[in-house]
């Protein structure tokens, strides 16, 4: 179906922004609210669901080199359960392709374009993707590839003129009411971490396999990395007024100044967002897409695109009445629903994976 | 069929091309498309208090014919537009939202804030309690966080409606004058820092109009006078000129600023100027006692001698870098009395320092933090090298003694 090969650089690049684009402007805020000045710590005890989560995608790629996660899951759990988990996971997928483009468009109607109808921008970023996604997973990975720079640099300009701002003294005292704290700040992070899994769909498609492991796990240490650095200097500028920020590497962009004139740098963070979004927004949509095609044993997956693209923009919608409500279900449902859906559940796809191998050669060999 | 192949080759370029161009459109942003000839840009906002419950709201709009638009150097003689670069416009409210509301009903403009850089509350609506209108200027996307915040004495919307002869408009000459490190500077993101922060206060720049007569002319202008003092979010008084010196000092602001010395047996002052200043402030708990240990070092540069001392002599230059010390150890001491045992609002943040050192004891001070405050001794130690003596070495006063 997909004939398309990307090299394992590339996937890192697509998983990179795929991750952080959309941690990046709300993370800091959200685990500020829970683990105060200890904030920076999250990350790095999030990034575990990340490990764990690409070391069980690798783990079933090894058993199914050839599958994608929807297509073996019907031979581990037998057709009709597979199909049930199949359409769990592409329900999955359709509905938080929905809930993150729609968290990118509040983001853009909250603070750039107050006027514009907020289904104006989600459908034309809905459309984008999906010539995208028309053009393949080459084209895709191509993107990603191309835009990697312009996301990453901006970001690091934005670091490096903040630092005349930095109060380092904000992060003390560590670790002042124990580890609780930031612990609650990762589980609501590492439903961030836990996308990784969308690795498992790419995996069957890298041209060097045997890499693809090195570079998930490395994809994740960067994106931990990038977190905490992020982390770090909103927290260095804005002290504990940023739990009650919003988008506050927004804010953050916009205290830069630099000999009166130099100033007023939040454009750079919305370019950044809306790259990230996008390269985001595509790859969920090119694997709900891929993934329905297999669940429905198409030949194409092309012409499902538009279908599936309707049923993105009206999950962006449903049951999201207000930017609160979106938050809310950031911070309560995601955290449980994200890691349920792809670290646990696949988990005990590759336990009861191993146990068929096992009985299998076990009955073969006797 | 291969002239036709060609021909719709060729359409199919026209096509694209002119599917590109459309995108064209997309460009203006649509829907947001704001042109800057429909904008009023406020250079400054004024927030004072009318009545019982009401909030006026004053905008300081700037008027762009004022400047002439294109007519370049003869607009200054003829004096085009009467000359006026802005025009204050007031309403009242339940709050700051819906007084600017009223003010957009006046306006043939909408009203735009991202270049406002000065925020200014009158004395009574300090009194009575900002956060209400902070969380205005917070919440609202265009303002912003770099903007800086001052209250001034009596109404603010005064300081609005006064001419400047040096700079484009007040609020020009209000934010130059805050940089240039007279008194304090405190930025919107400072003050939300401030009132979320465990000392429970804050300080704010402190304006006055002054009047400066000679025999013709009299002309007002704005001074960053002193600092007005916040608890929680209310104005409870303020500390005079002088005073708001030795909290430059303590929070670590000192930029233009010169002290004279009288050191003693001799005639006349020696005035320094300060060029580096580093400050430490390190927070100490013994038993029950909690003291905060105040360092100061600065390097200073002569400006001025009055005196007969050689500053080539070590002896001499010693004995003036301790005078210099002394001076700077009373003013600070001056202002930490007052802020400790007359107003009782930790403007210096204390608070911060021994939470930050020492978080188990902070836990079960940090609800009376108010009680213990106050008793926190504070011993201040300050350490000045004089580097620099400008371009003659030798006073005036001691050439004359010695020929």
Known sequence: ?366 | MLVKRKGSHFMKRILFLLSLSGLLLLLSGCWDRQEVNDLAIVTAAAIDKKGDNQVELSVQVFVPKSLGGGGGQGGGSEGGGTGKTTLVISQKGVNVAEALSMVQSELPRKVFWGQCKVFIFGEKAAKEGIQDHVDFLLRHPQPRERADVFVSEGKAKRLLELQTLLERDVSEAIREQAKLGVGMKVTLQDLGEMLASEAQAAALPYLKIVTEKSEEVSYQFVKNFATAVFKNDQMIGQISQRKTRGLLWLKNEVKDYTVTVKPKDTKGGISLNPISVHLDLIPQIQGEKWKMVVKVQTEGSVIQNGTNLDLNNPKSLKMIEKVYEEDIKKYIESTIGQVQHKLKADIVDFAKEFHRKYPEQWKQAEHRWEEVFPEVKVNIYVDANIQRQGNINESERRREEKR
């Not at chain 1, 909250?110 to 006027?115: H, I, Q, R, W, Y």
């Not at chain 1, 809905?126 to 084209?139: D, K, R």
């Not at chain 1, 200097?233 to 506050?248: C, K, M, R």
């Not at chain 1, 009861?352 to 299998?360: E, L, N, T």
Request: charged content about 10%.
């Open chain 1, 1 to 366: 179906m997909e004939k398309g090969k990307i090299s394992s650089l590339q996937m890192a690049m697509l998983m990179y922004p795929t991750i952080v684009a959309t941690a990046i402007l709300s993370v800091p805020g959200i685990t500020a609210t829970y683990a105060k000045q200890d904030l920076w710590l999250s990350p790095i005890l999030a990034s575990l669901i990340g490990f764990v989560t690409v070391y069980i995608a690798y783990k079933l790629h090894k058993l199914y080199p050839e599958q994608t996660v929807i297509q073996f899951s019907e031979q581990i759990l037998g057709q009709f359960a597979g199909k049930v988990l199949g359409f769990l996971f592409l329900f999955f997928y359709i509905q938080t392709t929905g809930h993150m483009i729609r968290a990118y468009s509040e983001f853009i109607v909250g603070s750039f374009l107050f006027k514009t109808p907020i289904s104006a921008i989600i459908v034309s970023m809905t459309l984008l993707c999906a010539f995208a996604v028309h053009g393949g997973l080459e084209v895709v990975g191509r993107v990603a590839q191309l835009f990697f720079p312009v996301f990453v640099i901006p970001i690091i300009l934005l670091i490096l003129l903040l630092i005349p701002d930095f109060e380092i003294g904000n992060i003390l005292p560590i670790l002042e009411r124990g580890i609780m704290p930031p612990i609650k700040g990762a589980i609501v992070l590492s439903g961030w971490f836990a996308e990784f899994f969308l690795i498992i769909f790419l995996f069957p498609f890298l041209s060097d396999r045997r890499k693809g492991m090195k570079y998930g796990m490395i994809t994740v240490v960067v994106a931990m990395m990038t977190l905490v650095v992020v982390n770090l200097v909103v927290f260095f500028v804005l002290g504990i007024t940023t739990a009650s920020q919003n988008y506050p590497l927004m804010n953050v962009s916009r205290y830069i100044s630099y000999a009166d004139f130099f100033e007023n740098l939040e454009s750079i963070v919305m370019a950044v967002w809306i790259i990230g979004a996008f390269v985001k927004a595509s790859l969920f949509y090119y694997v709900t897409v891929l993934g329905t095609a297999q669940w429905l044993n198409l030949s194409d997956y092309r012409p499902i695109i538009w279908p599936i693209g309707i049923l993105i923009v009206q999950f962006s919608f449903w049951s999201l009445p207000s930017t609160m409500a979106l938050a809310r279900f950031d911070f309560e449902a995601f955290p449980l629903w994200g890691l349920l859906t792809q670290t646990l559940i696949p988990l005990f796809l590759l336990l009861i994976a191993v146990a068929r191998k096992r009985k299998q050669t076990g009955s073969k060999t006797s």
